[in-house]
């Protein structure tokens, strides 16, 4: 039990967790005022008594009901295992939005989970490569040098000779992939690797957890918490079963470092030592270093390794369509090279997605209308990537990408931003639900709009590919907060998908030109609405209501597809669309008002 334990002072009948100007209250009972330690309450309750406390004792308190919080969550979930592990994981980089404690507590979830006995680790390896660990290994650590959700890791020296492996499948290289993935390593006598060895069980304890988290999100959806709820366990089934095999790891290490190498992205991947390797171990090359979070350097080179990490993934998401959706601190190491300077190494690419064409020129196009401000080519990367929001607020969704993509911060600024953030939206949910009330009422005669039955806000489909996109984001955000460090997302990610859609552009057909307009001004309009109520806003959401830069930006919508965008500098635009070279026509800080028009 987490008892309150008071300093003596505090505890001395003349003082009062209340304000001086209540002294004859106690947070205690006042028949025992000297009691030092009771039980701490539960978060609701001590909410509720820190309103009538003074700030000192009001902060003292949450702040050890958060300590026993975070680490009752952190025991809780290395008693569950499996996949809680993961969501630990996950959490332990979400530094923007969870306060610090837990954060601490969490993070040993990344990389630092107790781990399994000796003897356990060597039957695997035994029963995997065939013969005793010394076969295979001259020198093998018994203590891990990492230990996770599904693995544990321990430093090795390989045999120059490896023994047969008696029958058992071994891992190749992928058709088409450079050997030298594991061949060059021994060929150069890189004989310290690192063994990767999965825990015995995890497999069905991952399916249990599954078909668990498939019931929970059930009863979510009946109570209206949530919608497509089973997407989100169905995309993490597939592609936890992916990860428990070891041989799509290797491969997808091997593919990754060539495509980092490719785009001459300095960034280090461990070689594969396929010949040591089965689809539950998994043997590759040792690379020094030590885990990103707590190395020894100055701000600024940690604001250089996380620009290259960020620019890793976005050349990975954009470009290649192949990435790494798990890059959370326990995952990458930085060494120095020859030179003093601080190299990015990425560790375990067992969770990896690989992004159909569409979708990712799709998300491509969203981040660069995002870039350049353009609300049609925003529209039309929704409806091509499958995305369709329970609203018809253009100017929020917008805004929505602006917040995902924003300049990351240190840990405390964001996480009060964040909750700052989530007051702001909770007031905007509570604002358009009266409004939609109200709405509803005056326009309860126009049937077309009841029959569309639109959901106020939410989610009413979206592509299983935008679950993992938004994870490593998400990740990667948690982990620039942690350093501390200033990354602007938007101009990063923007400068990848540029070039992605510069790589698929297609030049229009005339009458695709042509068409649109006439129409646009041969057809009456049905519709005209402002996106926004208010004054003009940016992209980003800031108003701007006298500002002589305010212009317009028209969107033209018929039967739900943008056909035409009149921007300024531009004129009118009518699809397919291509990327802008310019980021943005108007000057640095315009205001728009954005209207949408829907031809009948």
Not at 325 to 343: E, I, Q, S
Not at 590 to 600: D, I
């Amino acid at each position: 039990m987490t008892l309150l334990t008071l300093p003596s002072a505090i505890s001395s009948p003349h003082h009062s967790f209340f304000a001086p100007s209540s002294p004859h209250h106690s947070f205690f009972a006042p028949s025992s005022p000297h009691h030092s330690s009771l039980p701490l309450p539960a978060l609701p309750i001590a909410d509720v008594r820190a309103k009538h406390m003074n700030a000192e004792y009001a902060h003292a308190l949450l702040a050890l009901v958060d300590q026993r919080n975070a680490e009752t969550l952190y025991r809780n979930i290395l008693e569950l295992k499996g996949f809680w592990l993961k969501i630990g994981q996950y959490l332990s980089c979400r530094s923007e939005s969870l306060p610090a404690v837990y954060i601490k507590q969490l993070s040993k979830l990344q990389d630092a989970v107790p781990a399994k006995p000796e003897a356990e680790v060597r039957k695997v390896l035994e029963a995997e490569l065939g013969g005793v660990v010394e076969d295979h290994f001259t020198e093998f650590s018994p203590e891990s040098l990492a230990c996770a959700s599904i693995a544990q890791v321990h430093y090795a020296r390989l045999s120059s000779a490896l023994p047969s492996s008696g029958g058992r499948p071994r891992l190749q290289p992928a058709p088409g992939r450079p050997e030298s993935s594991g061949n060059d390593a021994q060929k150069e006598m890189e004989v310290e690797v690192a063994v990767k060895v999965q825990h015995t069980g995890i497999a069905e304890l991952m399916r249990q957890d599954m078909a668990n988290m498939r019931i929970i999100f059930g009863w979510l959806e009946s109570l209206g918490m949530g919608s497509n709820l089973d997407q989100i366990v169905q995309e993490y089934q597939k592609e936890t079963s992916r990860e428990l095999d070891f041989g799509n790891e290797a491969v997808n290490m091997a593919r990754v470092a060539a495509n980092m190498a490719a785009a001459n992205i300095p960034i280090k991947v461990p070689k594969v030592i396929f010949e040591a390797s089965t689809s539950s171990v998994l043997t590759m090359e040792f690379m020094e270093g030590v885990k990103i979070t707590q190395a020894d350097a100055t701000l600024e080179e940690l604001q250089d390794v996380a620009q290259q990490i960020v620019t890793s993934f976005a050349h990975q998401i954009f470009v290649d369509g192949f990435f790494n959706a798990d890059p959370h601190p326990g995952n990458m190491l930085v060494h120095r090279d020859d030179t003093g300077k601080l190299v990015p190494v990425l560790l375990d690419f067992g969770l990896v997605k690989e992004l159909p064409t569409v979708i990712r020129l799709s998300f491509a196009k969203m981040i660069w209308a995002a870039k350049t401000s353009d609300f049609s080519a925003m529209m039309d990367s929704f409806e091509e990537m499958g995305l369709k929001l329970g609203r018809e607020d253009s100017n929020k969704d917008m805004q929505g990408i602006f917040f995902l993509l924003r300049e990351t911060k240190p840990a405390a600024q964001a996480h009060s931003e964040f909750k700052q953030r989530a007051v702001e939206r909770r007031e905007a949910m509570q604002q358009n639900k009266q409004a939609k009330a109200e709405k509803k009422k005056l326009e309860a005669a126009q049937k077309k709009q009841n029959k569309k039955g639109k959901k106020s806000g939410g989610l009413e489909a979206y592509p299983s590919e935008l679950i993992m996109f938004s994870r490593a984001l998400l990740l990667l955000r948690g982990l620039c907060a942690t350093l501390s460090v200033r990354v602007n997302f938007l101009d990063i990610f923007a400068e990848k998908a540029y070039v992605a859609l510069q790589a698929n552009a297609a030049s229009p057909a005339p009458e695709q030109v042509l068409s649109p307009r006439r129409a646009l001004w041969s057809t009456p309009p049905s519709k005209l609405s402002r996106a926004a109520s208010g004054p003009p806003r940016s992209p980003g959401g800031d108003t701007a209501p006298d500002s002589p830069d305010t212009q317009l930006q028209l969107v033209v919508q018929q039967a739900a597809e943008s056909i035409v965008s009149a921007r300024p500098g531009q004129g009118l635009q009518a699809r397919p669309w291509s990327p802008s070279p310019s980021p943005s026509p108007s000057p640095p800080g315009t205001c728009f008002w954005a209207l949408r028009l829907e031809l009948a």
